[in-house]
């Protein structure tokens, strides 16, 4: 296998033999002004080091490995026969008798949640074919860093698994009247999104990568060039490159020193460094100047975005001016921004507020599965939080979501041509969305038997520390499970979205939502299954006037006691609760699911029992002709070579959406062995005196309960004997009497946060997190602006629904406003004339579900549940998305 590869080699692009910097280079190199240049495989790595492998495992039992194998690998010559390779390699890429600089480029560079720049070494100004090879072989050494060998054992990475390749590059020698810097295509420090951030100084840019000079920093809008704000620092000094034929040290790839001592003076005020590079003073009335002109800026600004173009995702790029050119010298993605907290993203997902150690159980699987998910979408790891709990509720990142939002291959679907010569890369990119239902489906029942042993397993004979990991088996069953759910909601929207943009090239924006709602208009969901249950079941009841005229004369939990004189249906709604009682009311496993709370589900049966026909029902077959009859008039009129790619698009549109609904379903299972098991939990905290209701365990955090958990067994508390006799002491292995000093201090995390908890309830959550919204009065006939989710018209009175308890008061015609809706909600769909929510869009379940029954829906009027009262009067348009007084 040859040691080196060019950049242009479609096989220099793979991280596993380019590292990171190598492959970003080489794809960079497609399209971008990227200096020459050949990469020195991983491979060559691995071939160098073989040799040396059995004294490296020596080396790793001593005591200070890291150091001890890297001066192994300085010493070791390069093989004779590399240099004929590195030769023709610098020839083939112009590079012969030229500077270059080498360049480390660690295979783990990329791992999520690592950040490995500055660890590994850089050469700059290297010359000829035996600097070349030996620079390479230090790089080689620099993987053994002392820092960077202790980065990887806080990462958990087997260091015998990591392997070094190497960037060999033309360099582009800039000089003291010319910059350098970096620049990223959004503002990761403020978070705007629309903005390009650009730091530069005079000289080459290891003053600027390494943070140890000032810096000039311009901020230039992305929409047409213009640059907002500048701040000119003073630069008394500019590092710049030597006679290339001068014998060099070791220039660490993020500092600015030219001559390893980390110092950045180049050996001396006058400039004469004994390295490859020096550092030279500016004079005064240059220190002060911008380093870029206006113009040089908005080249920068330009050359980022032409990067996120290139990559389909925001980038941070080092870029140098020498002469009249502009080069781009490394590009990777963004992946940790300045985060602004607002419940854009979160108010459907998790409308009320969450319990402390529900969110804790939940967070880590959560983020877990966003990383598996971006990687399986060819999107880079995200390093920081995406979701947070403020103030019990829960907030997203909005600044992520618009960094990762809309990466649609627009370019590959530009027009027919585009799409026809992009065909082949379209099978390879995406040929896991084919894949994943498939794949979700095959292990499923992995899951659902896990979920089946976890919830029979007994608990009784259990000590509390052993009911404590049954709580963590589950979660981690969950956190196993929910690895690709992210990436299924993700690709459901993506597929939408292309099939949208596919509509809009032959159909004008209107025309093409009204094919796109036709093509999906009889998709069969779990959902719409179990309203079809919930649907005969209230057929029953209004087949039968003793049976009605009882549940409505005992509403709420009296219905439950009525049922005793109707045992065929209440052996129907036994059946159907048994096969669906897992379904939630609420996120948060704190509160009960349908099978808890049957009472709930018997006023949705009573209220469609009021109802004589089911408008879903009725229009259904016609919906499976139309969209029949549509999809084939779409797939007919394409171009006969994209008629697969169309009509595969249209099929992966309708799986996704019913794989979305159906992993939402099964995922709720995880609830009720949840409850059974925290339940249990709480109850031997309540015996031990910690707790006065078994409940309040959830307002304990994982970690605090974690740990008093644990350090109670270390001890040897005989928590257990407290559980079978409560009133007895408790003697532990120290003397201490129960409970414990440990598990007591749960008591007060539990009370502040319960407290807490109840405050949050009863208000409405900031918006935006820290920053009050200020609405104006909604009487004077302006209306307020929300998203359309269900195209009509409707006026009439509003009534306000906060939770699941308030059905049974819900007024027929009513227009329903709510924080969000799920499949619990369903019922009053039936009874409701349109719908309000403050969060969700066209996916939503308020929205799917109002399409489907032909009510007028607006989603995302903020603080609609505050803003509005029962009683009011409005105009709801759901086409355009406006609220109106009446």
């Not at 990462?155 to 000089?175: C, F, I, Y």
């Not at 249950?533 to 009525?562: C, F, I, M, Q």
Request: aromatic residues 8%; glycine residues 8%; contains cysteine.
């Amino acid at each position: 296998m040859s040691l080196t590869l060019a950049f242009t080699d479609p096989l220099a692009t793979a991280r596993s033999t380019s590292g990171g910097k190598g492959a970003g280079l080489a794809e960079s190199a497609q399209s971008l002004p990227v200096p020459g240049g050949f990469i020195v495989t991983a491979e060559a790595y691995a071939r160098f080091v073989a040799p040396l492998q059995t004294r490296i495992t020596e080396l790793m039992d001593t005591g200070y490995p890291a150091e001890a194998i890297g001066d192994l690998i300085r010493s070791t010559p390069v093989p004779g026969s590399w240099f004929a390779e590195l030769e023709a390699a610098a020839e083939t890429a112009g590079l012969s008798d030229r500077a270059v600089a080498v360049r480390s480029s660690g295979t783990m560079e990329d791992l999520p949640g690592a950040a490995f720049a500055g660890q590994h070494d850089t050469y700059l100004g290297v010359r000829g074919t035996k600097a070349i090879a030996e620079a390479v072989r230090d790089c080689y050494a620099s993987l053994w860093n002392p820092h960077a060998f202790r980065y990887r054992q806080q990462l958990g990475v087997d260091q015998l698994e990591a392997k070094m390749a190497v960037v060999v590059q033309l360099m582009v020698a800039v000089g003291s009247e010319e910059a350098a810097g970096v620049a990223f295509s959004v503002d990761p420090v403020r978070g705007n999104t629309d903005e390009v951030l650009i730091n530069a100084a005079f000289g080459l840019g290891e003053t600027v990568v390494g943070g140890e000079e000032p810096v000039d920093e311009f901020r230039i809008a992305r929409a047409d060039g213009a640059q907002i704000a500048a701040e000119i620092a003073d630069k008394p000094r500019a590092l710049i490159m030597r006679d290339p034929a001068g014998e060099g040290n070791i220039a660490t790839e993020g500092t600015a020193s030219a001559d390893g001592d980390g110092d950045g003076d180049g050996g001396g005020d006058d400039g004469h460094g004994d390295g490859r590079t020096t550092v030279v003073r500016l004079g005064e009335d240059q220190r002060t100047r911008p380093a870029l002109s206006t113009e040089q800026a908005r080249a920068v600004a330009e050359l980022s975005v032409r990067a996120e173009d290139h990559f389909g995702f925001p980038q941070d790029i080092e870029w140098a001016f020498s002469g009249d050119e502009l080069f781009i010298l490394q590009s990777r993605p963004i992946t940790r921004v300045a985060p602004r907290w607002t419940r854009d993203e979160s108010a459907e997902r998790f409308p009320t507020p969450v319990t402390p150690l529900t969110w804790d159980l939940v967070e880590a699987g959560f983020h877990h599965s966003l990383n598996h998910s971006f990687d399986l979408m060819g999107l880079p790891p995200f390093h920081d939080k995406w979701f947070v709990m403020r103030d019990f509720y829960i907030y997203g990142n909005q600044t992520a979501v618009d960094l990762y939002a809309g990466r649609l291959p627009t370019k590959m679907l530009s027009s027919v041509e585009t799409i026809t010569e992009s065909l082949p890369e379209i099978a390879s990119r995406f040929g896991w969305v084919q894949e994943l239902p498939v794949q979700w489906m095959r292990d499923l029942d992995t899951y659902l038997m896990g979920i089946g042993r976890l919830s029979h397993e007994p608990l009784e004979d259990k000590s509390l520390a052993e009911v404590w990991d049954h709580v963590i088996a589950i979660s981690d069953l969950g956190t196993e499970y929910f690895r690709p759910n992210i990436a299924i909601s993700l690709t459901q929207r993506t597929l939408y979205g292309a099939l949208s943009h596919l509509l809009e090239m032959a159909l004008d924006k209107e025309q093409a939502q009204l094919v796109f709602e036709r093509l999906l208009a009889s998709t069969e969901t779990k959902t719409s299954q179990v309203n079809a249950e919930l649907w005969e079941l209230s057929r029953t009841v209004r087949d039968s006037p003793e049976l009605s005229s009882a549940l409505r004369s005992h509403t709420g939990e009296n219905g439950l006691a009525a049922l005793r004189d109707f045992p065929d249906f209440a052996g129907d709604f036994e059946a159907f609760l048994a096969r669906h009682g897992h379904r939630e009311l609420d996120f948060d496993a704190y509160h009960p699911t349908w099978v808890e709370a049957p009472h709930i589900v018997l006023d949705q049966i009573r209220l469609l029992a009021d109802r004589a026909e089911n408008p879903s029902a009725d229009s259904g077959l016609e919906r499976k002709v139309v969209q029949a009859e549509t999809e084939r008039a779409v797939v007919n009129a394409a171009p006969k070579k994209l008629r697969y790619l169309v009509q595969e698009v249209i099929r992966l549109a309708r799986t996704y959406t019913a794989l979305d609904d159906l992993e939402h379903y099964q995922t709720t299972r995880l609830t009720l062995p949840m409850r059974r098991a925290l339940r249990e939990l709480g109850r031997r905290l309540v015996d031990l005196g910690v707790l006065t209701d078994p409940m309040d365990v959830y307002f304990i955090d994982f970690e605090p309960l974690n740990e008093a958990i644990r350090a109670a067994d270390a001890s040897g508390t005989d928590a257990d004997s407290a559980h079978r006799d409560a009133d007895g002491p408790d003697d532990t292995a120290d003397g201490q009497d129960s409970p414990t000093e440990a598990l007591a201090g749960l008591s007060a995390i539990a009370e502040k946060n319960k407290a807490g908890y109840q405050e949050a309830v009863a208000r409405t959550p900031e918006w935006e997190h820290g920053r009050v919204t200020e609405f104006g009065d909604d009487t004077d006939g302006a209306g307020i602006t929300g998203t359309a989710g269900s195209p009509g018209e409707v006026e009439g009175e509003v009534f306000v629904v906060h939770s699941p308890e308030e059905f049974s008061s819900f007024p027929d015609g009513a227009i329903l406003v709510a924080r969000t809706t799920n499949p619990a909600w369903t019922a009053l769909f039936y009874q409701a004339g349109g719908v309000i929510t403050e969060s969700g869009g066209a996916l939503s379940h308020g929205a799917v579900t109002a399409r489907e029954l032909g009510l007028p829906a607006v989603m995302a009027v903020r603080d609609a549940t505050s803003r509005f009262t029962s009683g009011q009067r409005v105009s709801v348009n759901g086409s355009e998305g406006t609220v109106t007084p009446a």
